[in-house]
């Protein structure tokens, strides 16, 4: 089997070939045009993947946009199958937990078990983080960009490579996971 993954909701994206399980092909990527670029050059030295995963965030709303797109785009020109897979789990380990800036005064926090999302990440207030990371049994702790309140934290965006062996998180849809309503400015009256 050979699966394409592609994981772009973070500042980089990264791009895997893996065979039968196997990573054959890791870059990363920054933006669309060098999104499509590597898709190109992987699709011709490696060959038409059997299935495309894609990480659905949460994360870059525009990343995650492009990623999914191109996605779609490739499953209707090759015909092969495509997959969304939650991208906070796209760190190494089974048992972790991911803290991203969620803007407008709030953070999300994703709590992973056995290599498996069992919630979607919740939103907390940015004044909670502490408590809320306090109540968590566990050893690692990753967040998406510098937070502040948490110095201490590795800062780690989400990679391709560790999205392979998380098949039992597959999903037929590739809609991007979005914790909130989409903030809509409105013109001023002038």
């Not at 065979?19 to 190109?40: N, P, S």
């Amino acid at each position: 089997m050979n699966r394409l993954i592609i994981e772009n909701s973070g500042a980089t994206g990264t791009l895997v070939v893996a065979k039968d399980g196997v990573i054959m092909l890791d870059q990363y990527f920054r933006g669309a045009a060098e999104l499509a670029v590597c898709v190109e050059a992987v699709t011709e030295s490696a060959g038409k993947p059997d299935e495309i995963i894609v990480g659905i965030g949460p994360g870059s709303y525009t990343g995650l946009r492009v990623a999914v797109a191109t996605v779609l785009g490739m499953k209707l020109a090759l015909g092969c199958r495509a997959f969304g897979c939650p991208s906070v789990l796209g760190y190494p380990g089974l048992n972790y937990v991911v803290i991203g800036d969620a803007r407008r005064g709030t953070l999300f926090l994703a709590d992973i078990r056995n290599g498996v999302m069992s919630d979607l990440p919740r939103l907390i207030p940015r004044e909670e983080v502490l408590q809320q990371v306090g109540k968590i049994d566990t050893q690692q702790l990753f967040v998406t960009s510098r937070i502040a309140e948490l110095s201490e934290a590795e800062v780690l965006i989400p990679e391709a490579r560790w999205l392979v062996h998380r098949e039992s998180s597959y999903t037929e849809s590739v809609e991007p996971i979005y914790l909130k309503e989409p903030h809509i400015t409105k013109p001023m009256d002038r």
